[in-house]
């Protein structure tokens, strides 16, 4: 079984701009969370998406915001990117609704964003 | 809410033992471990539930102290391969407004 796929694995934007990254959860996982990560903050939540909704959420500005399609596979998209969104952002999957199930997560590789 | 984990890092010889905890200011009702390697995805380790439990694999084992609102992950005999850097992950509510909540991680290093 294919693992959390992340594209891209690099990005490099300038402040002011906006940005998409993707993520394929693993087969049959419906469950999607969406994680960033810093040298100074360690791991923090952003949201998890479960069958197309947004099921929770951590505290980030509205800048940050998510999707998921049909086929679980989700999107986070950041406006107005500042300095500060500098970060690796992970994305993890599961095969159920983590706060139902209290499930393991299966994280993939990231993707490294510098904002210039 | 984030969990504080002790300690920052931590230097070790093959063959020796290392401790690992993570304490919350809130009751926990589970708390999940996962390593990840530099460049790497974290990989999940455990997940431990209120009630005191110690779980364990291989020389990998951790207990979950829910009067101290803490958990421990011991691992003995390390090994190269123990290398990383250690994220605990701690849930407080169990309900629908479950949120996994880390802490900032412990680097360790296992030298030969």
């Known amino acids: 079984k294919a693992g959390v796929t992340q594209t891209p694995r690099y990005l490099i934007k300038t402040r002011g701009q906006q940005v998409t990254l993707s993520c394929s959860p693993i087969?049959?996982?419906?469950?999607v969370s969406w994680y960033q990560q810093t040298p100074g903050q360690g791991l923090q939540f952003l949201f998890e998406?479960?069958?197309?909704?947004?099921?929770n959420k951590g505290n980030f500005p509205g800048r940050f915001s998510g999707r998921q399609f049909s086929n679980s596979r989700s999107e986070m998209n950041v406006s107005t990117l500042e300095l500060g969104d500098s970060a690796l952002y992970l994305c993890?999957?599961?095969?159920?609704?983590?706060?139902?199930?209290?499930?393991?997560?299966?994280f993939g590789s990231g993707t490294q964003l510098s904002v210039l | 809410q984030q969990p504080v984990q002790s300690p920052q890092a931590v230097i070790l010889r093959e063959g020796e033992d290392a401790v690992i905890n993570c304490s919350s200011s809130?009751?926990?009702?589970?708390v999940h471990w996962y390593r990840q390697k530099h460049g790497e995805a974290p990989v999940f380790l455990m997940i431990?539930?209120?009630?005191?439990e110690q779980k364990g694999h291989d020389k990998i084992s951790a207990s979950f102290n829910e009067k101290k609102q803490q958990s421990s992950l011991y691992l003995t005999a390390s090994q190269l391969s123990y290398s990383g850097t250690y994220f605990c992950?701690?849930?407080?509510?169990?309900?629908?407004?479950?949120?996994?909540?880390f802490g900032k991680g412990t680097l360790l290093t296992v030298n030969p």
């Open positions: 993890a999957s599961s095969p159920g609704l983590i706060s139902a199930t209290n499930e393991k997560l299966f």
């Open positions: 809130k009751a926990l009702y589970s």
């Open positions: 087969s049959g996982h419906r469950s």
């Open positions: 431990l539930l209120k009630g005191g």
């Open positions: 992950g701690t849930e407080n509510s169990g309900g629908s407004n479950y949120k996994l909540t």
């Open positions: 998406y479960f069958s197309e909704t947004q099921r």
